[in-house]
């Protein structure tokens, strides 16, 4: 992934990441809580940045830094003067564009980072004129979505006074945003540090060796076979490699250690095997065979084993948009 595709919380993690820990914790000092939880939780989900990627954004962090730091002390045309020298005409313009929406403090600028998702569920039981005002200093795209999702009298009520809103006291603003920040605060941290849940859940099966999620499975659904299901859904299993596409299989049969495919297919049905021999060459199809035939007295542990390391590394190819996975109708595929 190209530096100048990460998004601004990505490319924020990457910086905490590339200063180490202990220049990262004298940042955090400067932080709100709810900056540090978007933080972290970026920083967590942040994965592998290349040395390139990395650079870049260290770049445009140092870049940013100066042209604050410049404009404060020298007003506008001061690090206009210092920037086009330091880094050239077109480069001195886009930083001095993002430097001057950084520096305005607009009304209710607590709600620009949320989601539209977390907007709506602190909107909903507003007055209409209320979620106007507010959605009035959204982003285009959040103010569409919640709008969206109002029910049909309040909506049409919400566009209309956004529609005729011209200008509003800025005292009575004030009032409006000390009022809401708190409330909004307990929600967006709410949403946060949410736990648990069927993906999550899901997520730890994917991880659990074989025997033991076939346990838990066997045990689940005789207490509550949807939930069982509703889980399995959300998962990928060995099996699941019968609702993969060819160019895929082929793709994670060749990061796959031969002896795990052998040992993994002692344990399968003849359909996976169809499907693991249509998709290697005849050459490494008589290879696999002969090894089955001479493979014998395999302990199902092991069997297990190896096709919980097949189905990591399909796991990670995914994660790495290498393949794709097709569960139980979640996504659509278009050719």
Known sequence: MESNKLTQEQKAAAVVVALGTDKASKIYKFLSETEIEKLTIEVAKLGHISPEQTEEVLDEFY???????????????YARAVLEK??????????????SKSLKT???????????????????????QTIALILSYAEADQASAVISELPGEKRIKV??????????????????ENSLRK???????????????VDYIADVMNHMDRSNEKYIFDELSKENEELAETIRKKMFVFEDIASMDNRSIQRFIRECDVKDIVYALKGSDESIKELIFANVS??????IQSDLEVTVNVRLRDVEEAQQRIVGVIR??????ELIIVKSGKDEIIA
């Open 86 to 99: 330091a880094f050239g005409e077109n480069t001195a313009k886009s930083l001095l564009e993002k430097l």
């Open 106 to 128: 607009r009304p209710f600028e607590f709600i620009r980072g949320s989601t539209a998702k977390n907007l709506f569920s602190f909107l909903q039981h507003e007055r209409p």
């Open 63 to 77: 870049k940013f830094c100066l042209g604050q730091k410049v404009m404060t002390d020298g007003g506008m045309e």
């Open 183 to 197: 409330r909004f605060d307990t929600i967006l941290t709410a949403d946060f540090t949410k736990i648990g849940g």
């Open 282 to 287: 005849s050459r490494m199809a008589e290879s």
């Open 159 to 176: 566009v209309e006074a956004i529609a005729k809103m011209e200008s509003a006291s800025p005292d009575a603003i004030k009032i409006v």
């Open 316 to 321: 990670k190819l995914e994660e790495a948009g």
